[in-house]
T-cell receptor
């Protein structure tokens, strides 16, 4: 069975500092990995995804994530946090043999301090 | 495209009443998902459809919940009778077919349900 673990339900960073949100997955077959962002009272919006190919994936709003098979990780980073990045972030996994449903992590609430 | 459209955005109802949530997926998407989000349980998949056919409803919490997709552009999630513990945000999402592998799901803005 596949699963996703997000370490840290709350992360606070100062504006301009590095953002690092952690995600580890468990999957018996090659995974497809996603990061979504949820702003207050909004639906989930795709930030970036990894399917195959290059392991460093760039997304919207300056975010990127690196797929590390040896570490079963897909951490999300952004070099310099902006106040508008404050939101909840979800890591999700599926795999090629699945019927498309995503398994989501529990989410990480990012606070950006001025 | 307007994206996935859900209605209503907010619903407040009394315990025991029937509640119907509605979803219009993105045109051309043949997968439709219903998720529920709560503080305690996070995002849970309730049911999903492929080409209007329910494929997996193992996430539906109990018989009070039912979902239908009468055509490619409309789906409903019904709770009858509703209970306070059903209070949550319900999301609908759709996804297109991609023979090269899974594609991301596109989410609606959700329906915030409060059962009092």
């Amino acid at each position: 069975a596949q699963s996703v673990t997000q370490l840290g339900s709350h992360v606070s960073v100062s504006e301009g500092a590095l953002v690092l949100l952690r995600c580890n997955y468990s999957s018996s077959v090659p995974p497809y990995l996603f990061w979504y962002v949820q702003y207050p009272n909004q639906g989930l919006q795709l930030l970036l995804k990894y399917t195959t190919g290059a392991t460093l994936v760039k997304g919207i709003n300056g975010f990127e994530a690196e797929f590390k098979k040896s570490e079963t990780s897909f951490h999300l980073t952004k070099p310099s946090a902006h106040m508008s990045d404050a939101a909840e972030y979800f890591c999700a996994v599926t795999f090629s043999g699945s019927a498309r449903q995503l398994t989501f992590g529990s989410g990480t609430q990012l606070t950006v301090l001025p | 495209d307007a994206g996935v459209i859900q209605s209503p955005r907010h619903e407040v109802t009394e315990m025991g009443q029937e509640v119907t949530l509605r979803c219009k997926p993105i045109s051309g998407h043949d997968y439709l998902f219903w998720y529920r989000q709560t503080m305690m349980r996070g995002l849970e998949l309730l049911i999903y459809f492929n080409n209007n056919v329910p494929i997996d409803d193992s996430g539906m919490p109990e018989d009070r919940f039912s979902a239908k997709m009468p055509n490619a552009s409309f789906s409903t999630l019904k709770i009858q009778p509703s209970e306070p513990r059903d209070s949550a945000v319900y999301f609908c999402a759709s996804s297109p077919t991609n023979n090269r592998g899974p594609r991301e799901a596109f989410f609606g803005q959700g329906t915030r349900l409060t059962v009092v």
